[in-house]
């Protein structure tokens, strides 16, 4: 009986092993796929020269790489022509304003805010102040996103001369973070990535003309001069866009 019950004890503990290594080696090649993904798309979507982030300062930090998958999202509804990223405009309170990631379309200029957190979100619209959450020992407070998204709408209907009406301003938050506990009107569009998605894809098809398509294309050639890329890069672009706005008239 001692003989049996140690053969199926080390038969259990193989067994355990076996399936560990399989997990392992299953994580492995996903992280793999993730990151060849992530590298490829790095240089197919334009995002490296409209940043200017080498790839390991995207992908090392947490910010900069949530803005990337923001980017590459939008990029799917709009295009790569009528997306820009990392756009410094004039500011009220600071010199300037950086914002994350921005979209031109005849339905409004779409104006986002990406937030790469995990954990349950803690705030309101009036809180100078939101919380982060894991735990009860950790607890991380940052700037109310809703104020400085405003910052960033403000920016751009100074700079661009549009109505607030035009713009559309929309907090992201990471698909890990749980916005259950936010107290905020609808108006004010804090979604996960998924609901930004489906946000943007119903006001599309839904929302009311506000931009016409000369408007859109002046829009996106005065803030290109805003963005943080080469010269070079930049008159690449601003024929792009032209290119593209002449195919849909």
């Not at 392992?24 to 197919?44: K, P």
């Amino acid at each position: 009986m001692a003989r049996r019950r140690k053969k199926n004890d080390t038969r259990e503990v193989l067994a355990i092993l076996v399936i560990s290594i399989i997990k392992l080696v299953l994580g492995l090649i996903y992280r793999i796929i993730i990151f060849s993904f992530d590298l490829i798309t790095f240089y197919t979507t334009d995002y490296k020269e409209k940043s200017g982030n080498n790839f390991f300062k995207m992908y090392f930090d947490k910010g900069n790489y949530g803005e990337f998958i923001l980017y590459r999202k939008v990029i799917r509804i709009f295009g790569k022509k009528l997306v820009l990223t990392n756009i410094y405009l004039d500011n009220v309170n600071t010199d300037l304003t950086e914002i994350d990631v921005l979209a031109v379309s005849e339905k409004g200029i779409y104006v986002f805010e990406m937030k790469n957190y995990s954990g349950y979100i803690y705030g309101s619209e009036k809180d100078k102040q939101w919380t982060q959450v894991f735990n009860k020992w950790s607890k991380y407070k940052f700037y109310n996103p809703l104020r400085q998204n405003y910052a960033h709408c403000k920016a751009v209907e100074n700079y661009l001369g549009v109505s607030k009406e035009d713009i559309i301003p929309i907090t992201v938050f990471s698909n890990n973070s749980k916005l259950s506990k936010i107290n905020i009107g609808v108006s004010h569009n804090v979604f996960q990535y998924r609901n930004a998605m489906k946000f943007v894809k119903n006001n599309e098809r839904k929302g009311n003309n506000l931009i016409s398509v000369h408007s859109k294309e002046k829009y996106l050639i005065d803030l290109l001069k805003k963005c943080n890329m080469s010269e070079e890069v930049k008159l690449k672009h601003i024929e792009d866009v032209k290119e593209l706005i002449n195919q849909n008239t």
